[in-house]
């Protein structure tokens, strides 16, 4: 069975820094692409970063490029968010999702994990 | 970046009913447009692929249809469990990926 498990919830202050990791399990973790979506209450589900299987491209959604990172250590089944500048619009529960990188939907998330609650406050 | 738009915001309706939910974009995306179903505490689930493809499991129930600009997902009769918020996401042009805001679908 195919697991996606992040780490736990976290409040963080403005202007701090957070790594959240998600890891892997029952399936070639270097077989899935991967990313991070962020939902909130008052926009929903909102896609913010890819990383390729191999971990070689990355992409970013315009509100967090040049303050969050992605990557991931496939030899630990391992992915990782660095998250600098935070904000408190940036609170939000935090989902890595993938899907398999030769699927015919890619770009659909066919695994989810179950979330990680970022709370951005002081 | 495609804008999404779902409609109608919430459905109010009793189990065995007809639920019609609607995703338009904002530019064509082809048929490459699917549809997740979330419930409280859980992470969204995949139900429909490339319009109109049912994902593995997914009951005969829930059915998509539609391309270019306007979508449709019907569950033809609605089961207790079926009520939850629903969300249409895009694959045809990206980065981004975007979502539409979601349908809540709540019993009457």
Avoid at chain 1, 4 to 25: I, K, N
Avoid at chain 2, 23 to 36: E, F, N, P, T
Avoid at chain 2, 64 to 92: H, K, M, N, W
Wanted: hydrophobic content about 35%; proline content about 5%.
């Amino acid at each position: 069975e195919v697991q996606l498990v992040e780490s736990g919830a976290v409040l963080v202050q403005p202007g701090g820094s957070l790594r959240l990791s998600c890891t892997g399990s029952g399936f070639v973790f270097n077989t899935h692409e991967m990313g991070w979506v962020r939902q909130t209450p008052g926009k929903g589900l909102e896609w913010i970063s890819f990383v390729s299987s191999t971990g070689t491209t990355t992409h970013y959604a315009a509100s967090v490029k040049g303050r969050f990172s992605i990557s991931r250590d496939n030899a630990q089944n391992s992915l990782f968010l660095q998250m600098n500048s935070l904000r408190a619009d940036d609170t939000a529960v935090y989902f890595c999702a993938s899907w398999y990188y030769g699927s015919h939907t890619r770009g659909l998330f066919d695994y989810w994990g179950q979330g990680a609650l970022v709370t951005v406050s002081s | 970046e495609v804008v999404l738009t779902q409609s109608p915001a919430t459905l109010s309706l009793s189990p065995g009913e007809r639920a019609t939910l609607s995703c338009r974009a904002s530019q064509s995306v082809g048929i490459y447009l699917g549809w997740y179903q979330q419930k409280p505490g859980q992470a969204p689930r995949l139900l429909i692929y490339d319009a109109s493809n049912r994902a593995p499991g997914i009951p005969a129930r829930f059915s998509g249809s539609g391309s270019g600009t306007d979508f449709t997902l019907t569950i033809s009769s609605l089961e207790p469990e079926d009520f939850a918020v629903y969300f249409c996401q895009q694959r045809s042009i990206w980065p981004p990926l975007t979502f539409g805001g979601g349908t809540n679908v709540e019993i009457k």
